[in-house]
């Protein structure tokens, strides 16, 4: 079945540098693809998305980019700040709207 | 606040019993997503209704039951269980069917002693 792999599963960095975690997806009908964040007992939050027509996004000190070719894309945290710190989930959505995650990476943001 | 409630936020009970887990949705959304989250563990998708009807299935289990009634609330029903049951479950809803933002209620705590 179709499947997401997420790493590194932990990621650690200094304040103020940046962070890239990676996603793979098998599928190669999938369009959409979101970032979540989940911060310690919180409820997971949309940070960032792209459907499959645009090569990269930008927000503030995040971007997504996305390599349809080799079926995967990445979040990339420019700056990190302490607030960063979190468990970041990418997902996968294709032509059934289903939406297929990644395991996590947890992210420490080291003072 | 995302405009998803859940309830309760948390539920203590046995091994064998049944529970009922209810979500409202954002108001307009008609899709309404179950999920479980397991201690440290990632999301565990469940299963989704949209408008009424069953949409998608994931890893839900026999015992485990949902639906999504005429006003778009939905309950998730989780019967003889165990103690592996035991974890997060978060209902989440969106506008339409699916490849949009996911809107996640603050989930219901289950504990089974």
């Known amino acids: 079945g179709e499947n997401v792999e997420q790493h590194p599963s932990t990621l650690s960095v200094q304040e103020g540098d940046s962070a890239v975690i990676k996603c793979t997806y098998s599928?190669?009908?999938?369009?959409?693809f979101p970032w979540y964040k989940q911060e310690l007992g919180k409820r997971p939050q949309l940070i960032i998305d792209?459907?499959?027509n645009v090569g990269e996004k930008k927000d503030q000190r995040i971007a997504v980019t996305l390599n349809k070719t080799a079926k995967h894309f990445s979040l990339h945290i420019t700056e990190t700040q302490p607030e960063d710190s979190a468990v970041y989930f990418c997902?996968?959505?294709?032509?059934?709207?289903?939406?297929?995650w990644g395991a996590g990476t947890k992210l420490i943001i080291k003072p | 606040d995302s405009g998803v409630t859940q309830t309760p936020k948390h539920l203590i009970t046995a091994t064998g019993q049944r529970v009922t887990l209810r979500c409202s949705p954002r108001?307009?959304?008609?899709?309404v997503y179950w999920y479980q989250q397991s201690l440290d563990q990632g999301l565990q998708f469940l299963i989704q209704?949209?408008?009424?009807?069953?949409?998608a299935k994931g890893n839900i289990l026999e015992r485990f039951s949902a639906q999504q009634f005429p006003d778009l609330h939905s309950e998730l029903n989780l019967s003889s269980l165990e103690l592996g049951d035991s974890a997060l479950y978060f209902c989440?809803?969106?506008?339409?069917?699916?490849?949009?933002?996911?809107?996640f209620g603050s989930g219901t705590q289950l504990s089974v002693l």
């Open positions: 792209i459907r499959s």
């Open positions: 989440a809803s969106s506008p339409r069917q699916g490849n949009e933002k996911l809107f």
């Open positions: 209704y949209y408008n009424g009807e069953e949409r």
């Open positions: 108001s307009g959304d008609l899709s």
């Open positions: 599928d190669s009908a999938s369009n959409y």
């Open positions: 997902a996968a959505g294709g032509s059934n709207y289903q939406l297929i």
